[in-house]
């Protein structure tokens, strides 16, 4: 534990994988060192910015509450909460981008289960929306969505990320206002992308300029088109795809027919794949539709992230400036609990991190902050930890394929919800693929 002012700065086990030398660093790199040291030192700030992640339930207040209470005995400040408002705008976002710059990525070994395809990093690419307060200040970039009854109560951010679909942490993530779509915020992840990652990706994507950019970076592309896009065919393979072209780029087609069994009966659907893999013999068909299946994982990250960390609440940040800095906190805190599930199931070789369960996660690390607990890692390296020792005695049953209706992603009112919900888990799905032989579109 630090001393003196410093004592409130940490958030508990996961300060190990966040040191103060990590965040006084991002600080000098910024530029957000306290020219004197205040009750609040900028230290302090960043560390209450990320436990408000892990406590969005509560004001700041309460977070700082959360922070101290297994401080007794120090000599503490007792900010108020305008206090902690002045503090917070003084650090700004950039110490918050910064640690989120230096730790992304996918947390993946060249062994590490699910995280792999016959050489390849699988990662997706997807995106979603954040609720954010109705003030003035946030409506000068901030927008609400349109709708039939007088559009969303609350302006919205759209956020893209790029996630790696076995650990499901962010290689890369950029938002902005919900006037842009998906496609247009898409290039600024491109830098991301490297030779031997396969990106998963979702009908949306499927723009030849995009896709030309995607390929550019050396990174391969696993995208689906819309069935009813006409696609030149200019050879047929034995495993029923065809070479084809999408703008200069030339693709792969794949026209598969999904059956899904469950207990609620058999669904059939039609997919068109298309993929910058172009060897039938070392790509089969079949395994291409199975790893599309994949793309799921980026889904459920947002899960995370906005369900089990927000439980569906708005932001607490009422200016464009403060959402910047609570939406890199998110990040960040997201990150770090998959960076020490990811390290737990790492020391028991062979198991897919997968099976770890994130709220178990996310509750442990919320007890090991209000007792101040492990902030200071031991001589010897623990990779488990008291986070991953909950994770690893309750880890979930091996991956079952499963199936879901699309649905709204964000949370809105019962009396507004357009069907009834089905929750993917109650899917016990058994899935065949028969890849159709190609007839042409």
Not at 322 to 332: K, N
Not at 333 to 347: E, G, I, N, P, Y
Not at 379 to 407: E, F, K
């Amino acid at each position: 534990m630090a001393g003196g002012r410093f004592a409130p700065g940490h958030l508990g086990e996961l300060t190990q994988c966040i040191p103060f030398e990590m965040v006084d660093e991002a600080l000098k790199a910024t530029g957000r060192v306290q020219e004197r040291l205040r009750d609040l030192p900028s230290r302090v700030v960043v560390y209450l910015l990320l436990a408000g992640c892990l406590f969005p339930e509560v004001g700041y207040l309460g977070v700082w509450r959360k922070l101290t209470g297994a401080l007794a005995g120090l000599p503490l400040a007792a900010p108020s909460a305008s206090a902690l408002a002045q503090a917070r705008r003084r650090i700004g976002a950039t110490p918050l981008k910064w640690l989120f710059d230096l730790l992304k990525g996918p947390v993946a070994g060249p062994r590490t289960p699910g995280a792999w395809w016959r050489g390849l990093l699988v990662i997706a690419l997807d995106g979603t929306t954040l609720t954010v307060p109705d003030t003035p200040a946030v409506l000068t970039r901030f927008t609400k969505q349109a709708g039939n009854h007088g559009g969303t109560g609350y302006p919205q951010v759209r956020l893209l990320t790029l996630v790696a679909c076995g650990t499901r942490t962010l290689i890369d993530a950029v938002f902005g206002p919900t006037t842009s779509g998906e496609t247009t915020h898409a290039p600024r992840l491109l830098p991301s992308l490297r030779p031997g990652m396969i990106l998963l990706a979702d009908r949306n994507f499927a723009a030849q300029g995009l896709i030309n950019d995607i390929a550019a970076t050396g990174a391969e592309v696993l995208v689906r088109l819309k069935n009813g896009r006409r696609m030149p065919i200019l050879a047929r393979y034995r495993d029923g795809s065809y070479l084809s072209a999408l703008g200069p780029v030339p693709v792969r087609v794949v026209d598969c027919e999904i059956t899904i069994t469950t207990t609620a009966g058999k669904h059939t659907g039609l997919y068109r794949l298309a993929t910058t893999l172009l060897d039938h013999h070392r790509h089969p068909a079949g395994e291409l539709a199975m790893l599309y299946h994949q793309r799921w994982e980026i889904e459920t990250a947002y899960l995370e992230l906005k369900s089990t960390i927000l439980g569906g609440r708005v932001l607490r940040a009422r200016t464009p400036e403060g959402i910047d800095q609570e939406i890199y906190a998110l990040l960040v805190v997201h990150q770090l609990l998959r960076t020490a599930m990811a390290d737990a199931t790492s020391t028991q070789p062979g198991t897919d991190p997968d099976r770890a369960g994130f709220s178990i996660a996310w509750q442990a690390a919320r007890d090991q902050l209000v007792l101040a607990a492990g902030v200071i890692a031991d001589t010897a390296i623990d990779l488990t930890g008291t986070i991953g020792r909950h994770v690893l005695a309750s880890l979930l049953p091996q991956r079952r394929l499963r199936v879901s209706p699309r649905i709204v992603k964000r949370a809105i009112s019962k009396y507004q919800a357009r069907g009834p919900r089905i929750d993917r888990t109650s899917y016990k799905a058994t899935t065949g693929i028969e890849i159709l032989a190609a007839a042409g579109p």
